[in-house]
Structures are given as structure tokens and as C-alpha cells.
């Protein structure tokens, strides 16, 4: 299965929302997680089954969608939100990733 | 805490192998599936392998199927990844990550989880 996140790149303001769409190539239910990722660092989970919020995750984040369509969406952009982030789908194995979406300071 | 330390990573030479060591702790780990995924240098992140809790089922990329081999010591609280016949592209950070989610206090993990905690990764480079 095959995952597009859109777009690959993204200059924002603090205080901005934001959404990421990532769409697969065939239908997987609502297995779908987000995950942040700064630079050096390792990935932190964001959002998993979808729309399911992880612990100690600010309530700016959010995910929806099922099927083929999800979205992420930062609804106020924090200065610690600056990073990458990559959808993986966990419907089939191989449990594929986006080929992410780095969020840029404007 | 929950934790998971990689090792193993190191400069090796094209054909080489190399077994790379995911030790876990803070939680039961008998429970719970583990995977690697990797990431080249300035690239995107590769789920590598899983193996699930009680070693039953192991499954792998296309990319690395038949070179990879993902194994683990549940009295060792630890899983291994041995990379044979290392080439040049396999070069990147390898992360091992649990399958699993914690909610209203309790922890689970079952089939399509997320992978809630991850290592912090070993670099494997391969150069000759």
C-alpha cells in the first residue's frame, strides 16, 4: 500500500492552522497513525487509529479521515511544532510511511 | 520507564553482515510485537521488520526480504535484526519501536497498533 502525503513541504506562521493530507493508493479502514519527528531526533506518535488522540499530545493536533482520505490538521501553529511529520498506514504489512511533510517556518 | 536502546550500528564494508540489538525495558515485553524501520541520511523513514510478541510471525519489506532477519529473546527482554550481505543503500539510522498504545492507564497491543515508543536509533554505515 502505497501512501501520498501532500504537500512535501510547508512555510507557516505561528498562530497558523494547518493541514496535511495523506491518501492511500487502496483502502485501510482507519489504520492510520501520525507521527512528529525533529531533527536528530527519533519519531513521537501524534495520533493513531486515525483521529485518536496519543497521550500528553497538545489538543492543537488532530486527525480524520478513513478508507483512502486523512488528514492532519495543527490548528495553532506552536514554535515547537516546526518538524516533520509522516503518516503510516498499519492495515497490511509492510506497514508503509508518507514520504512525510516538512513544516517550515515562514 | 518505557525504553528501548538500539546497538550494534557501525562503519562496515559492502557484503558484510552486522546484527543490530534492540534491548527493552519498563514494560512486559512478551507482549508486544517489535519493529525496526530506518531512515538514510536526509530521507524519509522505512519500516524494515516486525516480530510479534511471541516470535510466531515475522514479516519484512520487499527491500531487505531474504537479507534481513528479525529474531528476539523474550528472557532477554531484546530483539535482534541480522543484516547480511550489507550494501551500500542499507547505509541509515535504525530504530526499533514497540506496537502497542496506552490509555486511561492501561497499556495494549494488538494488531494494527501504533508504534508508541521508539529507541533513539543506531547509525549503520555501509562503505568501503
Known amino acids: 500500500i502505497q501512501l501520498t502525503q501532500s504537500p512535501s513541504s510547508l512555510s507557516a506562521s505561528v498562530g497558523d492552522r494547518v493541514t496535511i493530507t495523506c491518501r492511500a493508493s487502496q483502502g485501510i479502514t482507519s489504520h492510520l497513525a501520525w507521527y512528529q519527528q525533529r531533527p536528530g531526533r527519533a519519531p513521537k506518535l501524534l495520533i493513531y487509529?486515525?483521529?485518536t488522540l496519543q497521550g500528553g499530545v497538545p489538543s492543537r493536533f488532530s486527525g480524520s479521515g478513513s478508507g483512502t482520505d486523512f488528514t492532519l490538521t495543527i490548528s495553532s501553529l506552536q514554535p515547537e511544532d516546526f518538524a516533520t511529520y509522516f503518516c503510516?498506514?498499519?492495515?497490511?504489512?509492510?506497514?508503509?510511511f508518507g514520504q512525510g511533510t516538512m513544516l517550515e517556518i515562514k | 520507564q518505557v525504553q528501548l536502546v538500539e546497538s550494534g550500528g557501525s562503519v562496515v564494508q559492502p557484503g558484510r553482515s552486522l546484527r543490530l540489538s534492540c534491548a527493552a525495558s519498563g514494560f512486559t515485553f512478551n507482549r508486544y510485537a517489535i519493529h525496526w524501520v530506518r531512515q538514510a541520511p536526509g530521507k524519509g523513514l522505512e519500516w524494515v521488520a516486525v516480530i510479534w510478541d511471541d516470535a510466531t510471525n515475522k514479516y519484512y519489506a520487499d527491500s531487505v526480504k531474504g537479507r534481513f532477519t528479525i529474531s528476539r529473546d523474550n528472557s532477554e527482554n531484546t530483539v535482534y535484526l541480522e543484516i547480511n550481505s550489507l550494501r551500500v543503500e542499507d547505509t541509515a539510522v535504525y530504530y526499533c519501536?514497540?506496537?502497542?498504545?496506552?490509555?486511561?492507564?492501561?497499556?495494549?497491543?494488538?494488531?494494527?497498533?501504533?508504534?508508541?515508543?521508539w529507541g533513539q536509533g543506531t547509525l549503520v554505515t555501509v562503505s568501503s
Open positions: 519501536a514497540r506496537e502497542g498504545y496506552c490509555s486511561g492507564g492501561a497499556c495494549y497491543s494488538s494488531e494494527h497498533d501504533p508504534l508508541d515508543r
Open positions: 503510516q498506514q498499519l492495515s497490511t504489512y509492510p506497514y508503509t
Open positions: 487509529a486515525a483521529s
